[in-house]
């Protein structure tokens, strides 16, 4: 469809020549307000309009009133709904509101001007403004305007959060509707709602978008597909959550399409489109960026901790064929003193690659109990790879028909996506019923029971939406489908093994709870080390906690499977896993790094680093499941008043000290901005004052930019393992970054990473 600028067409959706049968409905101003039980709600009345880009009320209708509900739990969340069909503050799977939260009891107090919404301590959570616009009257030239909701919410009590109830040209012509819905003869369909932006307001979050820090002049569709690279608009993680860097954050309770323009179709206002008839939102205030995102934990669950072994290093490549290719791995990454915890088997474990029927592949995995158990005495963990959809050639495909385990298809369609097989996927297993998920939780159990420890829950970012799923609309599981398949595969890991953990690629809101999640097919190339990165600093101002990705990118280029890695992109993307949360090789050819002579050394060099660093990676991972902080943090979440940071999307906070600038080009050169403070640099001990940018400081290949708050205490551990078993931490040791530190490679670590 053609751009043609008018709000109507361009956001709302209707037909461009406007001959459909779709109606607005506007909202106008409140005529009631009443409290029921704790909550407050307000009548607000809409009224239908004439289908034409000029808006004008359409008298022949009566207008049709609904309720508005407001609720507040503590101090600093609000909620706002309503529902123009069904429920107005409906549960669901996505939330997981923590037992500290508490309804508070809500009153109104009205006067000529104004109806005030109170909580228990008499702080205004909202404004409803009855006063009438000051008029000096001079023309009658053009009609006046239609009356609006005239509101102004606060989540905290001091922070606004107001409606954008006049974003208009002249009466007639609007850039954005303060309430409506769009209907039509079968009901309705499509919910918007905007909020008042400021000319100076930033925005971030809304999921993994591979783009700049500030999404301000951006709208963002909320629709989970395939990304395909992380380079453009598509995205395998799109979450209903913003945060404004006026400190406030909205999380749009519902898994429908959707989308957000922040300022974009209006610079005025934020809007809010949802293909269903209601709109429930959370509103977060607070004074920093942990405490908005710690309420968005609150309501929607807090990241789970992860197991030790899983801090340490990630082996994989697509894919692994025999057990007998893995021993000889495994057994070079011992030779050659490379520290591994974890040997990942992709699509090539069964009996054709590619072809998900969870089972090993008995010639070529004779013994897969063995197989696993050795590895297991060596230090190695084994994950697996499969998918939530039933190929038509899978030995399970007749059971799983038979028994409704896939959702039964209407109509058979050809998929896109990142398959790379000739395989025909018959069916998605259908996660809404509880049938169907114990039989995939069984699935899963036998490969746990042989002694796996992860299974990497692919895909699911799109669903054959020409099926007919048992409890939920294709449109609306769609989305949600990733947080129902992730809860299975973690739940029946954690059972079977005692550790929670997944490693996922799609996400909607509420999966941070079954960490952990990578960021996708990156290309082996600066740009998607850079796009990669970008994604995982917005998933983390989204709620999530744990991230990771792919070392040094999935796919090469122009040839995707064959393209040669280039050296330095191996190293400078093993230095950005290093300080992530979790450190992964893979990929579409060899990710051994003695298939990279030249660099061999440096990366052994860095790998010990990071199995160093695993006391100060354990103790931030656990502040991260108990806070709101993500482990990789965009600078704005500790500086968001430092208008700079909102703009800074290629360094990050590794936990609360170390700041992390990747080198990501091939002129080993790039600007860092030291942020207010005094900051020590890790590596060689020289000391700066923040505020200030280092403009093209030379980074040599073997080096990486990490700065340290000075006054720091990290804890390390400085001695040699070959995997995490082999830690002792009674034995760490703490490095003080204060005026006598003289840095890493003059430290108790010299001798270690030399």
């Known amino acids: 469809m053609k751009q043609t600028n008018y709000q109507l067409i361009d956001f709302l959706d209707f037909d461009p020549e406007l001959n459909g049968s779709e109606r607005l409905w506007k909202v106008g101003k409140p005529t009631d307000i009443l409290v029921d039980g704790s909550d407050v709600l307000v009548t607000l009345p809409f009224q239908c309009q004439q289908t034409d ?18 609720r507040a739990y503590g101090e600093k969340i609000l909620r706002v709904a309503t529902a123009f069909e069904g429920e ?60 609006s909701l005239v509101a102004t919410f606060y989540p905290d009590g001091e922070k606004k959060v107001q409606i954008s109830a006049y974003d208009q040209f002249f009466p007639a012509r609007h850039d954005a509707f303060a309430m409506a819905y769009v209907a039509n003869e079968n009901g309705i369909h499509r919910s918007t709602i905007s909020f008042k932006a400021a000319a100076n307001e930033c925005f971030a979050g809304t999921g993994e978008r591979f783009t700049k820090m500030d999404l301000s002049g951006r709208t963002v569709q909320l629709k989970n597909q395939d990304g395909q690279g992380v380079n453009n608009r598509r995205t395998y993680k799109n979450i209903p959550f913003y945060l404004s860097s006026k400190m406030y954050g909205v999380f749009m309770h519902t898994s429908a399409y959707g989308k957000i323009s922040l300022a974009d179709h209006s610079s005025r206002s934020v809007q809010i489109l949802i293909e269903e008839p209601g709109i429930d939102l959370f509103l977060f205030g607070g004074d920093s960026v942990e405490e908005i995102l710690y309420g968005y934990r609150q309501v929607t669950g807090f990241p789970t901790q992860l197991p030790l072994w899983s801090y340490g290093t990630w082996m994989s490549r697509m894919t692994y064929f025999s057990a007998d290719e893995v021993n000889t791995i495994c057994k070079r990454l011992r030779e050659e003193d490379y520290p591994c915890d974890v040997i990942h088997l992709d699509t090539g474990w069964f009996r054709t690659d590619w072809l998900c029927e969870w089972k090993f592949n008995p010639e070529r995995f004779p013994d897969p109990k063995k197989f696993i158990q050795d590895l297991r005495n060596d230090g190695y963990k ?12 899978a030995e399970q495909l007749d059971e799983a028909k038979a028994n409704n385990y896939i959702a ?5 369609k050809k998929h896109g996506g990142s398959n790379f097989s000739a395989l025909d996927y018959a069916g998605t297993i259908d996660f809404t019923s509880l049938k169907a998920t114990d039989w995939y939780k069984g699935l899963l159990k036998e490969l746990l029971d042989m002694g796996v420890v992860c299974i990497k829950t692919d895909f699911g970012e799109e669903i054959h939406m020409e099926a007919d799923y048992q409890s939920l609309s294709p449109e609306k599981l769609n989305n949600l489908y990733a947080l129902l398949y992730q809860k299975a595969a973690f739940e029946i890991t ?19 709870r079954y960490p952990l999640h990578w960021g996708g097919d990156a290309a082996c190339t600066w740009d998607g080390m850079a796009g990669s990165l970008k994604g995982g600093l917005h998933l983390g101002l989204s709620g999530f906690g744990f991230w990771s990705h792919d070392v040094p990118g999935f796919h090469s280029l122009p040839n995707f499977m064959n393209s040669v890695v280039p050296d330095n992109l191996y190293v400078r993307w093993t230095q950005f896993g290093v300080f992530s949360s979790h450190l992964r090789y893979h990929g579409t050819s060899k990710r051994e790094p003695y298939e990279y002579p030249a660099i061999a050394g440096i990366v052994r060099k860095w790998l010990k680093l990071r199995y160093t660093l695993l006391p100060y990676i354990l103790e931030q991972a656990k502040k991260t499941t108990l806070s709101g902080f993500p482990m990789l943090r965009a600078m704005l979440a500790h500086y968001p008043e430092d208008k700079i940071c909102w703009h800074i999307d290629d360094q990050y906070f590794f936990g609360d000290d170390m700041l992390v600038a990747p080198v990501m ?72 970054f204060d005026e006598y530190y003289e840095g890493l490679g003059k430290s108790i670590l010299n001798e270690l990473l030399t």
């Open 88 to 147: 107005s503050m409906p549960d669901s799977i996505m939330l997981e509101l923590d037992s500290a939260l508490q309804i508070s009891q809500l009153s109104v107090d009205k006067n000529e001007t104004s109806w005030l919404v109170k909580d228990e301590k008499g702080t205004i959570r909202a404004e409803f403004n009855c006063r009438a616009h000051p008029i000096d009257f001079w023309s009658d030239l053009l009609p006046e305007p239609q009356e």
């Open 494 to 512: 954690k059972e079977s093994t005692g550790d929670g953990i997944v490693w996922a690629r799609a996400g909607w809101a509420g999966c941070q």
């Open 53 to 70: 880009i000029d808006i004008s009320p359409d008298t022949t209708i009566k207008p049709l009133s609904f309720q508005l509900r407001i």
């Open 382 to 393: 084994v994950s697996l790879w499969q998918m939530p959809y039933v190929a038509a050639e």
């Open 665 to 736: 080009n091939d002129e080993n050169c790039r600007d860092i901005y030291l942020p207010e403070g005094n900051w020590v640099n890790l590596f060689t001990g020289e000391k700066k004052e923040g505020n200030q940018w280092l403009y093209e400081v030379k980074v040599p290949l073997e080096e990486m930019p990490v700065w340290v708050k000075e006054g720091a205490q990290i804890s390390v551990y400085p001695y040699p393992v070959k995997s995490t078993d082999d830690l002792d931490f009674s034995k760490s040791e703490t490095i003080v």
């Open 408 to 412: 039964p298809l209407r109509e058979s």
